[in-house]
């Protein structure tokens, strides 16, 4: 980690959670929060809680949601420089409620937000000159003008020798232009050393539907690593030479939201600290497991100990 922190762009939000199990939000029902939350928050927070330099350019308003948000990431030992406190717009919030099927129903306000409008700063362009990694959050591209400060950051981190890691993280209720996003996604599968996309997010982003197949397409881009993951199936990772593959570990689910974050933290940082790929790809399981056990996207987060302490009490079973 000699070359600096990992950053990252995004939403920062607080989540607010249906108790009950049920289809959307269309009459009154009891509900859990604020939990902070936002994929490229929950990523860096994990990162830092691992012991890594770990910073986020964001924005939250000037109240309980933001300053929730900032204390958390603070306390865990993340950078906060680069999130601006907007006077005229609330915080980001995102409702869920789970359904039956295990699918979820969303009521985002994220657009209209603060989180809608972060924009380069002198804090931002600072943190971006230490940086030594940069992940690339998909679900930041609703943001307008995200794409700009990620590519700065990119071209910024790449000239210094650093790396590059890319989660699609789409989900359908945050995809704008089709056309738009299509391009974007092949302009950093270009710079990108790290993909790592869940479920269908590989074919997609190869454009071949078969796992091997898509595979192949991607590591002839220019990737070095792809790792998959596989949710309560585990992860593998690929290289042009290498493959490994990891269980899952079997936990109770009770918030599956979170640890795709957590996962690919743990992975970014186990690989930065130089720990192999086999190595990296079982504390990034341990993570994952981790969270899902937990209400809330980002109290499960873990730290070396806590992961060390997982698997050694789940040994058995992985
Ligand atoms: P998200 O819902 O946050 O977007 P994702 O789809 O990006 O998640 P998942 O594959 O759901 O990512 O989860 C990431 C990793 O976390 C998995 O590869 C696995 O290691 C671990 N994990 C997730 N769910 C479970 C589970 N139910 N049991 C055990 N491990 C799990
Ligand atoms: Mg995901």
């Known amino acids: 980690e000699s070359l600096g922190p990992t950053i990252t762009a995004g939403e920062i939000l607080v989540e607010i959670m249906s108790t009950s199990v049920g289809n959307g939000f269309l009459e009154p029902m009891p509900l859990v929060g604020p939990f902070p939350s936002g994929a490229p928050a929950i990523f860096v927070d994990q990162v830092a809680r691992l012991g890594g ?10 109240d309980d949601f933001g300053r929730l948000n900032i204390e958390r990431l603070k306390r865990d030992g993340a950078d906060v420089s680069a999130i601006e406190v907007l006077p005229d717009a609330p915080t980001g919030s995102a409702f869920v409620r789970y359904r039956a099927d295990g699918e979820r129903d969303f009521v985002f306000n994220i657009a209209r937000s603060a989180s809608g409008q972060i924009r380069m700063t002198d804090a931002a362009r600072a943190l971006i000159s230490r940086a030594g990694h940069v992940h690339v959050m998909g679900s930041a591209f609703a943001i307008p003008g995200i794409g700009r400060i990620l590519s700065e950051a990119v071209a910024s981190v790449k000239a210094r020798g650093g790396t590059v890691s890319f989660d ?9 232009g089709q056309g738009e996003a299509k391009k974007r996604f092949d302009e950093i599968l270009s710079v990108a050393d790290l993909l790592l996309p869940s479920g269908e997010e590989l074919s997609v ?3 071949v539907d078969e796992e091997e197949a898509a595979v192949q397409a991607l590591l002839s881009r220019g990737l070095s690593e792809i790792v998959l993951k596989r949710g309560a199936l585990g992860s593998s990772f690929f290289s042009r ?5 990891c269980l899952a570990f079997r936990v109770d689910e009770l918030d599956p939201t979170g640890a795709g974050d957590c996962f690919g933290a743990t992975y970014v940082t186990c690989r930065r600290q130089g720990r192999s790929p086999v190595e990296s790809l079982r504390y990034a399981n341990a993570a994952g497991a981790r969270t899902v056990t937990r209400q809330g996207p980002m109290e499960g987060v873990s730290t070396f100990a806590e992961l060390d302490r997982f698997v050694e009490e789940n040994r058995l079973e992985a």
Do not use: Q
């Not at 699609?168 to 704008?176: C, D, S, T």
């Not at 030479?241 to 593959?245: I, L, Y």
């Open 241 to 245: 030479n290498d493959r490994g593959d």
């Open 53 to 62: 330099a770990a910073g986020i350019i964001s924005a939250v308003g000037d």
């Open 205 to 207: 982003a190869a454009g």
């Open 168 to 176: 699609p993280n789409v989900r359908k209720e945050l995809v704008a």
